[in-house]
C-alpha cells in the first residue's frame, strides 16, 4: 500500500488487532481534525470489503498509536462519497440508503488526497480499474522525518538538508576555476604572513634594537626603515594580486549561476510563476547570486585569513607575554561576545525596516500609479493619512535601531578602553621589573587590534553564512526543481496538428481544495469554430490554459488528434497552437520585433502583412518610428486595444492550425471588433478556432458552442439549438439583446 | 433579497446542512456564508443552496434563540480555523519557515514559503498565517499574544 501517505506500523498493529486484514487494505488517507476542531491523526484505510476508521494519537518515538474510536463501515452499504469543502476545513460524507453523514474532517490542503482516496473507494466498490500512473512518481514526504515536501517539485527537506552539502556544492561551483582559487589562497596566505610580522619589525625591533642602546640593530634606522617598508609593500604587492584575480574571478562565477537560474526559470511551468510574485522570484535571481558573489570574494578568503590570523598572532603574542595576551584576549572576546547579541537583534529589526520601507514604497507606487481613481474619488487625504501610518512604522523601527547603537557603542567601547588601560598597567609594570621590553608592548597592542578584527569577523561570518546557504539553497531550489508539467520522455514530434481536440473527465484546481473546473467532456472537430460562454469566473481561460498545455489537467484527459498532449512535444504544441489572450503581455524591443516573437525569421512584407490583417498597421504609422517602435516597460504606451491588436498579428503571422481567441477583441469598439471578425474569418480555412467571448453576437457563427457554469459544461449545441433549448445560453443571450435594445432605445 | 428572520426556520441534518422553512417553502440541505465573515460576523448571512442564493439574513440577533444557535453553530463549523495562542518556536531553512505553534485544537507545526505572501495583517491585529499546503491559521488578536510569541513572529510582519 503506497498511497496516500505511509502508515506507521504502530497503526497498523492497531487495525491488525481489531481483525483487519492489514495486507489487503489498498489506500490509505489521513485525516486531521476532528468534529470539535481539535488535531487529532485519523486513518482511513480500506479493502474490497469495508472502509475502516481509526481515530486517535500517533506516538511514533514510542511505536504505540493511541486509540479513541475506531469505526467500520460496510463497503456495499456506500453509495457515494463526496468532499464538502468549506471555508479552511473540509469533510468527507458517505451517502448510504437512507442517510448522509460525515465520516471525517480535514484541513483544506488535504482535499486532493481525500477526493483520489474516495475516488479510488468507488471504484473498488464498483470493481472499476484504477489507474495509479499518476501517482506512481509522487514521494510527497521526507522518508526521515515523515513531513511533506514544501515543494512538491523538489524532493529536498529543508528539515533534513545537511547545509553542509549546499556549501560543498556550492563550493563545487566555485572549484570550476580551481587554478584561479589556489593561486589566491597562496596569494592570502602570503599577505598574511607578512602583515603578521610587519609589527615585529615595526615595534619590536625598532623600538628594542635599533633604538635602545645596545641593542644588536643599534642606529641602523635607514636599514630598518628600508626593511619595514620592503615588508609593507611586498604584503601590499601580495594583496593587490589577489584582489585582482579574485575580482576577475568571482563576478564570472555569479554571472554564470543567473545565467544557470534563468535558463531554468525558462523551462519551468506557467503554475510556478503563478504561485509566487514575479518580484520575489527576480529577487532571487539578483539578490541572492550577489549574497553569494560577496560570500565568495570577501567571507571565504577574510576568513581564512582571520583564522591564520588569530593562530598565528596568538602563538606571537604568548611568546611575548602571556599574562598581557590574555588580559587583552579576554577584553576583545567579552566585546565581540556583547556586539554579536547585538547585531542579533539589530538584524532582526534592519529586517523590519527593510519590510516598512517596502510596504511603504508599495503603499507609494499603488497610490501614484491610481492617482486617476485617487483624483476621481477625492482621496487625496486619506492617501496622505495611509501613507503617514506606514511611515510611522519606518519611523518607529528606525528609532529604535539609533537608540539601540547609540545606548551600546558607548558601553562596549567603556569594556574596551578598560581592557586597554589593565594591559597597559600590566605591561609599564612589567617593563619596570625587566619583565618586557617597550617595543614588544607596542607589538602586542599593534597585534591586540589585528587580532580584535579577526575575531569580530569570524564571530559574524555565522550570520553571512547562513545567509549565503540560504541563498544558495534558494537558488538551488530553482535549480533542482523538477516540475510536474513536463515533456514526456519520449514526446510524439508532429509538425501539423490538425486539430481534432478531446476532453475526457477533465478536472482542475489552481489552488488545494477549490475545483475551477469538474469533469468535463466534450470534442472540436478539426476545422470547426468552437465558442466557449459563460459568465466571469466559470472556468472558460482555464479550459484554454489546458487545451495549450500552460497547465496540466487534475484529472482527465485532454488529446490532440488523438494523441495525449502530454505526449505531444512541447515543440509540436507551440508550433501548432496559437494564443490571443486577454491579459496581453509586450515585450520590450520595438513593435516588429513583438510581431515577429512567433516566428524570428518572418520578413518584413510578413510583419506588415499580418498587422494590417490584424488592424494594427494603422496606428503603427502614427507612431514616428513605425514599426521601429519601442513598446513593453520604459517604452511608448499602447491603449489596451492596440496592445491586443499587436497580439493578434503576432498569432496571424504564426499560422497556427490551432487558434484560440480568449477575449480577443474584448477591449476594442464594436467596429475595430468587427474588422477584427472578418480577419478571423479569412483565417478561418482549414483552422481550428476556440473562441472565448463576453459578448455571445462575436460567437454567432461558431459551429458549436459549450455553456460553462461553476467549472461545469452546462449545455453544448449550436446557436440555434441553444436558443431553441430555452436554457442558461439562451438566458444569456436575452439579456445581452435587451441590455442593446435598452441602450438603443435610451 | 432579504429574508424575514422572524419567519426562518432551521432544522440541523444528520450531514451537517441545515433545512430550511421559510413561509412553509421548504429548502433541503441549504449552507449559510458570511457575507462581511471579518467585520460582521453576525450579520449579512446568505443561505444558499445548489450553489444558488435563497436570500440573506440581514442580522442574526433577530432571529429566534433556537435557530440562532443552530445558525451559529453551523458558521462556527464552516469558518472554524485554528486559532494560534503561540508560537514556541520559528526556524528558517532554506527559505522556508518551520513554526510550532500552539492552537485551540492542539499544537501543531507548519512549514511555510514565501512569508511576505504567507504571514500577513489582515486587519490591524488579525494574523493570517498560510502553510505550504493551502491551510490557514489565524490569531485574532495579534495584541495578546504574549511577549516571546510575538518577538517570534514580529521580524516577518
Same mark, same amino acid.
Given at each position: 500500500?503506497?498511497?496516500?501517505?505511509?502508515?506507521?506500523?504502530?497503526?497498523?498493529?492497531?487495525?491488525h488487532?481489531?481483525?483487519?486484514?492489514?495486507?489487503?487494505?489498498?489506500?490509505?488517507?489521513?485525516a486531521?481534525?476532528?468534529?470539535?476542531?481539535h488535531?487529532?491523526?485519523?486513518?482511513?484505510?480500506?479493502?474490497?470489503?469495508?472502509?475502516? =476508521?481509526?481515530?486517535?494519537y500517533? !506516538?511514533?518515538?514510542?511505536?504505540?498509536?493511541?486509540?479513541?474510536?475506531?469505526e467500520?463501515?460496510d463497503?456495499k452499504?456506500i453509495?457515494?462519497?463526496?468532499i464538502?469543502?468549506?471555508?479552511?476545513?473540509?469533510?468527507?460524507?458517505?451517502r448510504?440508503?437512507?442517510?448522509?453523514?460525515?465520516?471525517?474532517?480535514?484541513?483544506?490542503?488535504?482535499s486532493?488526497?481525500?477526493?483520489?482516496?474516495?475516488?479510488?473507494?468507488?471504484?473498488?466498490?464498483?470493481?472499476?480499474?484504477?489507474?495509479?500512473?499518476?501517482?506512481?512518481?509522487?514521494e510527497?514526504?521526507?522518508?526521515?522525518?515523515?513531513?511533506?515536501?514544501?515543494?512538491?517539485?523538489?524532493?529536498v527537506?529543508p528539515?533534513?538538508?545537511?547545509?553542509?552539502?549546499?556549501?560543498?556544492?556550492?563550493?563545487?561551483?566555485?572549484?570550476?576555476?580551481?587554478?584561479?582559487?589556489?593561486?589566491?589562497?597562496?596569494?592570502?596566505?602570503?599577505?598574511?604572513?607578512?602583515?603578521?610580522?610587519?609589527?615585529?619589525?615595526?615595534?619590536?625591533?625598532?623600538?628594542?634594537?635599533?633604538?635602545?642602546?645596545?641593542?644588536?640593530?643599534?642606529g641602523? @634606522?635607514?636599514?630598518?626603515?628600508?626593511?619595514?617598508?620592503g615588508?609593507?609593500?611586498?604584503?601590499?604587492?601580495?594583496?593587490?594580486?589577489?584582489?585582482?584575480?579574485?575580482?576577475?574571478m568571482?563576478?564570472?562565477?555569479?554571472?554564470?549561476?543567473?545565467?544557470e537560474?534563468?535558463?531554468?526559470l525558462?523551462?519551468?511551468?506557467?503554475?510556478?510563476?503563478s504561485?509566487k510574485?514575479?518580484?520575489?522570484?527576480?529577487?532571487? @535571481?539578483?539578490?541572492?547570486a550577489?549574497?553569494?558573489?560577496?560570500?565568495f570574494?570577501?567571507?571565504?578568503?577574510?576568513?581564512?585569513?582571520?583564522?591564520?590570523?588569530?593562530?598565528?598572532?596568538?602563538?606571537?603574542m604568548?611568546?611575548?607575554?602571556?599574562?598581557?595576551?590574555?588580559?587583552m584576549?579576554?577584553?576583545?572576546?567579552?566585546?565581540?561576545?556583547?556586539?554579536?547579541?547585538?547585531?542579533?537583534?539589530?538584524?532582526?529589526l534592519?529586517?523590519?525596516?527593510?519590510?516598512?520601507?517596502?510596504?511603504?514604497n508599495?503603499?507609494?507606487?499603488?497610490?501614484?500609479?491610481?492617482?486617476?481613481v485617487?483624483?476621481?474619488f477625492?482621496?487625496?487625504?486619506?492617501?496622505?493619512?495611509?501613507?503617514?501610518?506606514?511611515?510611522?512604522?519606518?519611523?518607529?523601527v528606525?528609532?529604535?535601531?539609533?537608540?539601540?547603537?547609540?545606548?551600546?557603542?558607548?558601553?562596549?567601547?567603556?569594556?574596551?578602553?578598560?581592557?586597554?588601560?589593565?594591559?597597559?598597567?600590566?605591561?609599564?609594570?612589567s617593563?619596570?621589573?625587566?619583565n618586557?621590553?617597550?617595543?614588544s608592548?607596542?607589538?602586542?597592542?599593534?597585534y591586540?587590534?589585528?587580532?580584535?578584527?579577526?575575531?569580530?569577523?569570524l564571530?559574524?561570518?555565522?550570520d553571512?553564512?547562513?545567509?549565503?546557504?540560504?541563498?544558495?539553497?534558494?537558488m538551488?531550489?530553482?535549480?533542482?526543481?523538477?516540475?510536474?508539467l513536463?515533456?514526456a520522455?519520449?514526446?510524439?514530434?508532429?509538425?501539423?496538428?490538425?486539430?481534432?481536440?478531446?476532453?475526457?473527465?477533465?478536472?482542475f484546481?489552481?489552488?488545494?481544495?477549490?475545483? =475551477?473546473?469538474?469533469?468535463?467532456?466534450?470534442?472540436?472537430?478539426?476545422?470547426?469554430?468552437?465558442?466557449?460562454?459563460g459568465?466571469?469566473?466559470?472556468?472558460?481561460?482555464?479550459?484554454?490554459?489546458?487545451?495549450?498545455?500552460?497547465?496540466?489537467?487534475?484529472?482527465?484527459?485532454?488529446?490532440?488528434?488523438?494523441?495525449?498532449?502530454?505526449?505531444?512535444?512541447?515543440?509540436?504544441?507551440?508550433?501548432?497552437?496559437?494564443?490571443?489572450?486577454?491579459?496581453?503581455y509586450?515585450?520590450?524591443g520595438?513593435?516588429?520585433?513583438?510581431?515577429?516573437?512567433?516566428k524570428?525569421?518572418?520578413?518584413?512584407?510578413?510583419?506588415?502583412?499580418? !498587422?494590417?490583417?490584424?488592424?494594427?498597421?494603422?496606428?503603427?504609422?502614427?507612431h514616428?518610428?513605425?514599426?521601429?517602435?519601442?513598446?513593453?516597460?520604459?517604452g511608448?504606451?499602447?491603449?489596451?486595444?492596440?496592445?491586443q491588436?499587436?497580439?493578434?498579428?503576432?498569432?496571424?503571422?504564426?499560422?497556427?492550425?490551432?487558434?484560440?481567441?480568449?477575449e480577443?477583441?474584448a !477591449?476594442?469598439?464594436?467596429?475595430?471588433?468587427?474588422?477584427i471578425?472578418?480577419?478571423?474569418?479569412?483565417?478561418?480555412?482549414?483552422?481550428t478556432?476556440?473562441?472565448?467571448?463576453?459578448?455571445?453576437?462575436?460567437?454567432?457563427?461558431?459551429?458549436?458552442? !459549450? @455553456?460553462?457554469?461553476?467549472g461545469?459544461?452546462?449545455?453544448?449545441?449550436?446557436?440555434?439549438?441553444?436558443?431553441?433549448?430555452?436554457?442558461?445560453?439562451?438566458?444569456?443571450?436575452?439579456?445581452?439583446?435587451?441590455?442593446?435594445?435598452?441602450?438603443?432605445?435610451? | 433579497?432579504f429574508?424575514?428572520? %422572524?419567519?426562518?426556520?432551521?432544522? %440541523?441534518?444528520e450531514?451537517?446542512?441545515?433545512?430550511?422553512?421559510?413561509?412553509?417553502?421548504?429548502?433541503?440541505?441549504v449552507?449559510?456564508?458570511?457575507?462581511?465573515p471579518?467585520s460582521?460576523?453576525?450579520?449579512?448571512?446568505?443561505?444558499i443552496?445548489?450553489?444558488e442564493?435563497?436570500?440573506?439574513?440581514?442580522?442574526?440577533s433577530?432571529l429566534?434563540?433556537?435557530? &440562532?444557535?443552530?445558525?451559529?453553530?453551523?458558521?462556527? &463549523?464552516?469558518? &472554524?480555523?485554528?486559532?494560534?495562542?503561540?508560537?514556541?518556536?520559528?526556524?528558517?531553512?532554506?527559505g522556508?519557515? &518551520?513554526?510550532?505553534?500552539? %492552537?485551540?485544537?492542539?499544537?501543531?507545526?507548519?512549514?511555510?514559503?514565501?512569508?511576505?505572501s504567507?504571514i500577513?495583517l489582515?486587519?490591524?491585529?488579525?494574523l493570517?498565517i %498560510?502553510?505550504?499546503?493551502?491551510?490557514?491559521?489565524?490569531?485574532?488578536?495579534?495584541?495578546?499574544?504574549?511577549?516571546?510569541?510575538?518577538?517570534?513572529i514580529d521580524?516577518?510582519?
Amino acid at each position: 500500500m503506497n498511497y496516500f501517505y505511509s502508515m506507521p506500523s504502530s497503526v497498523s498493529d492497531a487495525l491488525h488487532e481489531r481483525g483487519v486484514d492489514v495486507e489487503h487494505l489498498l489506500y490509505c488517507v489521513k485525516a486531521d481534525l476532528n468534529k470539535e476542531g481539535h488535531y487529532v491523526d485519523v486513518h482511513m484505510t480500506f479493502d474490497q470489503g469495508a472502509l475502516y =476508521i481509526l481515530q486517535g494519537y500517533d !506516538a511514533v518515538a514510542q511505536d504505540y498509536f493511541q486509540v479513541v474510536d475506531y469505526e467500520e463501515i460496510d463497503i456495499k452499504n456506500i453509495e457515494d462519497l463526496y468532499i464538502d469543502r468549506q471555508i479552511h476545513t473540509a469533510r468527507l460524507i458517505v451517502r448510504e440508503e437512507n442517510r448522509e453523514y460525515e465520516i471525517a474532517r480535514f484541513s483544506l490542503g488535504k482535499s486532493e488526497q481525500f477526493e483520489q482516496f474516495k475516488d479510488r473507494l468507488l471504484k473498488t466498490k464498483n470493481n472499476e480499474p484504477i489507474d495509479d500512473t499518476d501517482l506512481k512518481n509522487r514521494e510527497e514526504f521526507c522518508p526521515k522525518c515523515h513531513n511533506r515536501y514544501p515543494n512538491r517539485e523538489r524532493k529536498v527537506c529543508p528539515n533534513c538538508l545537511d547545509k553542509g552539502s549546499t556549501f560543498k556544492r556550492l563550493l563545487g561551483m566555485y572549484m570550476r576555476y580551481k587554478k584561479e582559487f589556489i593561486f589566491v589562497m597562496a596569494m592570502i596566505t602570503a599577505s598574511t604572513l607578512f602583515n603578521l610580522i610587519t609589527p615585529y619589525f615595526s615595534a619590536q625591533l625598532l623600538y628594542d634594537e635599533v633604538l635602545t642602546k645596545g641593542g644588536s640593530w643599534y642606529g641602523k @634606522v635607514t636599514a630598518i626603515v628600508l626593511l619595514i617598508a620592503g615588508i609593507r609593500f611586498i604584503g601590499i604587492v601580495l594583496s593587490a594580486i589577489y584582489g585582482i584575480v579574485l575580482a576577475r574571478m568571482t563576478p564570472k562565477i555569479t554571472r554564470d549561476i543567473k545565467v544557470e537560474i534563468f535558463s531554468k526559470l525558462q523551462t519551468l511551468p506557467v503554475g510556478f510563476f503563478s504561485s509566487k510574485q514575479t518580484g520575489s522570484l527576480m529577487a532571487r @535571481v539578483d539578490q541572492d547570486a550577489t549574497n553569494i558573489y560577496w560570500f565568495f570574494v570577501d567571507v571565504v578568503p577574510y576568513a581564512i585569513v582571520s583564522i591564520v590570523t588569530i593562530i598565528g598572532l596568538l602563538g606571537l603574542m604568548l611568546f611575548i607575554n602571556v599574562w598581557i595576551t590574555i588580559v587583552m584576549f579576554t577584553g576583545v572576546m567579552i566585546t565581540v561576545v556583547i556586539l554579536k547579541r547585538f547585531r542579533k537583534k539589530q538584524r532582526k529589526l534592519h529586517r523590519r525596516k527593510h519590510h516598512a520601507v517596502r510596504a511603504t514604497n508599495a503603499l507609494i507606487s499603488d497610490s501614484l500609479n491610481g492617482q486617476r481613481v485617487v483624483k476621481a474619488f477625492a482621496k487625496e487625504d486619506q492617501e496622505i493619512g495611509r501613507y503617514t501610518i506606514k511611515n510611522q512604522e519606518f519611523y518607529d523601527v528606525s528609532l529604535h535601531l539609533g537608540e539601540r547603537s547609540a545606548n551600546m557603542f558607548p558601553y562596549v567601547r567603556m569594556i574596551s578602553r578598560a581592557s586597554d588601560t589593565a594591559v597597559l598597567a600590566i605591561g609599564a609594570f612589567s617593563i619596570l621589573y625587566g619583565n618586557l621590553t617597550l617595543g614588544s608592548l607596542y607589538a602586542l597592542f599593534s597585534y591586540t587590534s589585528m587580532i580584535q578584527n579577526s575575531i569580530t569577523f569570524l564571530a559574524n561570518m555565522g550570520d553571512r553564512w547562513a545567509r549565503c546557504i540560504d541563498a544558495a539553497s534558494r537558488m538551488f531550489e530553482i535549480l533542482d526543481t523538477f516540475p510536474s508539467l513536463r515533456e514526456a520522455a519520449e514526446p510524439i514530434q508532429r509538425d501539423v496538428l490538425e486539430g481534432d481536440i478531446v476532453l475526457d473527465n477533465v478536472s482542475f484546481e489552481y489552488e488545494v481544495g477549490r475545483p =475551477i473546473l469538474k469533469h468535463i467532456s466534450f470534442n472540436i472537430e478539426k476545422g470547426q469554430m468552437f465558442g466557449i460562454v459563460g459568465k466571469t469566473g466559470a472556468g472558460k481561460s482555464t479550459l484554454i490554459h489546458l487545451m495549450s498545455r500552460l497547465y496540466d489537467t487534475t484529472e482527465g484527459t485532454i488529446t490532440i488528434d488523438g494523441v495525449p498532449i502530454k505526449q505531444l512535444s512541447f515543440e509540436s504544441l507551440r508550433k501548432n497552437i496559437g494564443i490571443v489572450s486577454q491579459e496581453t503581455y509586450l515585450f520590450i524591443g520595438s513593435i516588429a520585433e513583438n510581431i515577429k516573437y512567433a516566428k524570428p525569421d518572418a520578413t518584413m512584407e510578413e510583419v506588415i502583412f499580418a !498587422a494590417k490583417a490584424a488592424y494594427a498597421h494603422d496606428f503603427i504609422m502614427k507612431h514616428a518610428e513605425g514599426y521601429d517602435t519601442i513598446i513593453g516597460s520604459g517604452g511608448v504606451n499602447l491603449s489596451g486595444g492596440e496592445k491586443q491588436r499587436l497580439s493578434i498579428a503576432r498569432a496571424i503571422l504564426q499560422k497556427p492550425s490551432i487558434l484560440i481567441l480568449d477575449e480577443a477583441t474584448a !477591449a476594442m469598439d464594436t467596429q475595430t471588433e468587427r474588422k477584427i471578425q472578418e480577419a478571423i474569418e479569412n483565417l478561418k480555412e482549414g483552422r481550428t478556432i476556440i473562441a472565448i467571448a463576453h459578448r455571445l453576437s462575436t460567437l454567432r457563427d461558431a459551429d458549436k458552442l !459549450a @455553456v460553462i457554469e461553476n467549472g461545469e459544461l452546462f449545455e453544448m449545441g449550436t446557436h440555434e439549438e441553444l436558443i431553441e433549448k430555452q436554457g442558461k445560453y439562451y438566458e444569456l443571450h436575452k439579456l445581452q439583446t435587451e441590455a442593446i435594445k435598452f441602450i438603443e432605445e435610451g | 433579497m432579504f429574508i424575514d428572520a %422572524t419567519k426562518v426556520k432551521f432544522e %440541523t441534518l444528520e450531514n451537517g446542512f441545515l433545512k430550511l422553512t421559510l413561509e412553509d417553502k421548504v429548502y433541503d440541505k441549504v449552507t449559510l456564508t458570511r457575507l462581511l465573515p471579518y467585520s460582521q460576523e453576525e450579520a449579512y448571512i446568505a443561505v444558499i443552496q445548489n450553489q444558488e442564493e435563497i436570500g440573506i439574513i440581514k442580522d442574526l440577533s433577530e432571529l429566534e434563540s433556537k435557530e &440562532y444557535d443552530q445558525v451559529i453553530k453551523h458558521l462556527n &463549523y464552516k469558518y &472554524y480555523i485554528p486559532e494560534i495562542t503561540k508560537i514556541n518556536s520559528v526556524k528558517e531553512k532554506m527559505g522556508f519557515l &518551520y513554526i510550532n505553534l500552539d %492552537t485551540k485544537g492542539g499544537e501543531k507545526e507548519i512549514c511555510i514559503a514565501d512569508f511576505v505572501s504567507n504571514i500577513r495583517l489582515i486587519k490591524e491585529n488579525l494574523l493570517s498565517i %498560510t502553510d505550504v499546503e493551502g491551510n490557514k491559521y489565524r490569531m485574532s488578536n495579534i495584541q495578546k499574544l504574549d511577549k516571546d510569541s510575538r518577538q517570534k513572529i514580529d521580524v516577518f510582519l
